[in-house]
């Protein structure tokens, strides 16, 4: 019978991998038959069982002699580690490689934090964004961001978090670039969030100068006159509309109007 006795085999570390699917990390001796088992077992260095069989048994025999303190981790199937992340969202038809890739980043970040990690390393976006508190600003910065078709589920994943916050109507939109087009006013209806913190991002510009032409020229400038520039996103685009407007419609821009625009 196989003495298990010493204290040296008490720093030995054994991992279950009943998955058979985890690279085995340097420093593990591959555990394949019971036979192996009996040849390593508190001799050699830890040990890392592959197979549910084998390790079920490895499991049994551990209880058996008392030692299955010495079980350091069970790796799960990667789907399952998913379906329970993702809950309620349904895991995508990933394939068992890319569940394993996924999954074996999880395990280098913080429990309560890995959404939020593994959407910025695989995105490669600020981390800091995926952290934050809701808020106006972060959620102006989150708008910016696009995220690739494959992995749009992390980011609705991450959205869920924020399903009882006060801005959770916002934060679940299923329509990012919707969304900020009525924070910017040029899309119905538009939101309730106060003035868009940041400037108008390049990729919107064009549709915003488009669409303050067409209220220019459709109200003959007089959507100037209630125009509040404190609240106003993108005024200083808007002012340089109206002063090439004046150009050619010199009546349309009155002197009220003229000093409010002044100081852009």
């Not at 959404?115 to 708008?143: R, Y």
């Not at 991450?158 to 040029?186: M, V």
């Not at 100068?209 to 685009?237: A, C, F």
Request: with cysteine.
């Amino acid at each position: 019978m196989t003495e298990i006795q010493s204290s040296s085999q008490s720093e030995k570390r054994i991992v279950l991998d009943p998955t058979g699917l985890y690279p085995i990390p340097p420093g593990y001796i591959p555990i394949t038959t019971e036979v192996e088992w009996i040849q390593h077992f508190g001799v050699s260095n830890s040990c890392w069982v592959t197979t549910k069989r084998l390790c079920d048994w490895a499991t049994e025999w551990l209880r058996v002699w008392n030692k299955t303190e010495t079980i350091t981790e069970i790796k799960q199937d990667p789907r399952i580690v998913f379906t329970s992340l993702f809950h309620p969202i349904p895991v995508p038809e990933w394939t068992p490689q890319q569940l394993l890739t996924l999954a074996t980043k999880l395990d280098f970040y913080p429990p309560d934090q890995r959404i939020a990690h593994l959407i910025a390393e695989i995105t490669n976006t600020n981390l800091q964004i995926w952290l934050a508190s809701p808020s106006i600003p972060n959620l102006a910065d989150w708008l910016l961001i696009e995220i690739p078709e494959e992995w749009r589920v992390l980011e609705r994943v991450w959205q869920q978090q924020f399903s009882e916050h006060e801005l959770a109507t916002y934060y679940q939109t299923e329509d990012k670039l919707l969304l900020l087009r009525r924070w910017l006013g040029i899309a119905e209806p538009v939101v309730t969030l106060g003035k868009y913190p940041l400037p108008i991002p390049d990729f919107l510009t064009q549709e915003f100068d488009q669409y303050w032409q067409q209220q220019l020229y459709h109200s003959e400038g007089k959507i100037l006159e209630n125009l509040n520039p404190t609240t106003q996103v993108g005024m200083e685009r808007i002012a340089t509309l109206a002063y090439q407007l004046s150009d050619n419609r010199p009546t349309w821009i009155n002197k009220a109007t003229e000093n409010k625009l002044s100081h852009y």
